[in-house]
């Protein structure tokens, strides 16, 4: 059973700081991973997704890479904003699935 | 180019009831899949619909039913409500199996369960 873990749980950091989220799953046997961002109460924006093919994905100042060996994927995000203050959830698919696993998310609060 | 659509955003029900939600796929969009959210948990999948057909289910008792319709909006209908179902139910649409492309979600229905 796939199951996804996501470090830390909070992360508070100053302003213009840039900051790494992490994830990891237990089966490696992935499609593709997708990090989400989630505002209080609100539904998920997909940020990044990364085929299992792939190492990395960047938009703008988030990057994602993939180490689908070693079931790892970090988000990366550069000169973090108060406006970047949110949850940040990631999620895998297998093969023959048709469902996201998520972790429990990085709720993270950029201060001003 | 429409997003997700679900309604209503807040919904107050009792123990026994009985309750359905809705969501509207992106255009273009024939998959939509379901899931539940609790507080400070990450979503847990329900069940998804390809083409007005189930194409898999996660680990919600048969209480928990679905349909797609030809315009591939959907509902989601969960009957004997229970207080553990309280929490955002979200909807996600793609335009092929999830292992293949993005999922893009709604904004979620709340439901509390009294």
């Known amino acids: 059973k796939q199951e996804v873990t996501q470090i830390p749980a909070a992360l508070s950091v100053p302003e213009g700081e840039n900051l790494v989220l992490n994830c990891s799953f237990t089966d490696s046997a992935i499609y593709n991973l997708q990090w989400f961002r989630q505002d209080p109460g609100k539904g998920l924006t997909s940020l990044l997704l990364i085929q299992s093919s792939q190492r990395e994905q960047t938009s703008g100042r988030l990057n994602a890479s993939l180490d689908k060996s070693s079931g790892r994927s970090t988000l990366y995000i550069a000169a973090s904003q108060p406006g970047d203050s949110a949850t940040y959830l990631c999620?895998?698919?297998?093969?023959?699935?048709?469902?996201?696993?998520f972790g429990k998310g990085t709720k993270l609060t950029v201060n001003p | 180019e429409t997003g997700v659509t679900q309604s209503p955003t807040h919904l107050i029900k009792t123990r026994g009831q009985q309750v359905t939600l809705r969501c509207s796929s992106q255009?273009?969009?024939?998959?939509v899949s379901w899931y539940q959210q609790a507080l400070g948990q990450g979503p847990q999948f329900i069940f998804q619909?390809?083409?007005?057909?189930?194409?898999g289910r996660g680990n919600f008792p048969p209480r928990f039913s679905g349909l797609q319709f030809p315009n591939y909006s959907s509902e989601l209908n969960v009957n004997a409500l229970e207080l553990d179902d309280s929490a955002l139910y979200l909807c996600?649409?793609?335009?092929?199996?999830?292992?293949?492309?993005?999922?893009?979600f709604g904004p979620g229905t709340r439901l509390t369960v009294l």
């Open positions: 996600a649409s793609s335009s092929a199996a999830p292992y293949t492309d993005t999922q893009y």
């Open positions: 619909y390809y083409r007005e057909e189930e194409n």
């Open positions: 999620a895998v698919t297998q093969g023959g699935s048709e469902k996201l696993v």
């Open positions: 255009s273009g969009h024939n998959t």
